[in-house]
């Protein structure tokens, strides 16, 4: 826990962001400006600054992020239509919140 981190303020329940789901290791959110139709946060309760700062133990995290992003998608619909799953790394790679999340956006065309 980061004290001057916010998404382990919001992850903490700190903040008056509604959780779209929770369980003991990562909540999911929607970002506040939505690049998509569906763009939906899969954030971790550790604090882990980056992908380049997982360490050995974090796996179980990242797998658990994998999967609750695969069920996400299929309860806002975007399963079948498609949808991109990225994380972006550093300044460099687009990363502004310096406590690892993966971003799950889709809804374009949801045919
Ligand atoms: P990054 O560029 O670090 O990968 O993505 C950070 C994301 O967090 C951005 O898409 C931004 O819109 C989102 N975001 C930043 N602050 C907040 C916030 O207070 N609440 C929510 N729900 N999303 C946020
Ligand atoms: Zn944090």
Redesign the pocket.
């Known amino acids: 826990m980061d004290k001057n981190c916010?998404f382990c303020r919001?992850s903490r329940g700190a903040s008056s962001?509604d959780f779209l789901f929770e369980n003991e290791m990562l909540v999911v959110?929607?970002?506040?400006?939505p690049a998509a139709p569906v763009h939906l946060?899969i954030v971790p309760k550790k604090h882990i600054r980056s992908i380049n700062d997982l360490s050995d133990d974090d796996r179980p995290i990242l797998s658990e992020m994998l999967m609750v992003a695969r069920d996400m998608a299929a309860q806002y619909e975007v399963a079948k239509s498609g949808y991109r799953l990225f994380f972006?790394v550093e300044r460099g790679g687009?990363?502004?919140?310096f406590h690892l999340?993966l971003?799950l956006i889709g809804g374009w065309n949801k045919r």
């Open positions: 916010l919001i962001t959110f929607k970002d506040i400006n946060l972006n687009g990363q502004v919140i999340h971003h």
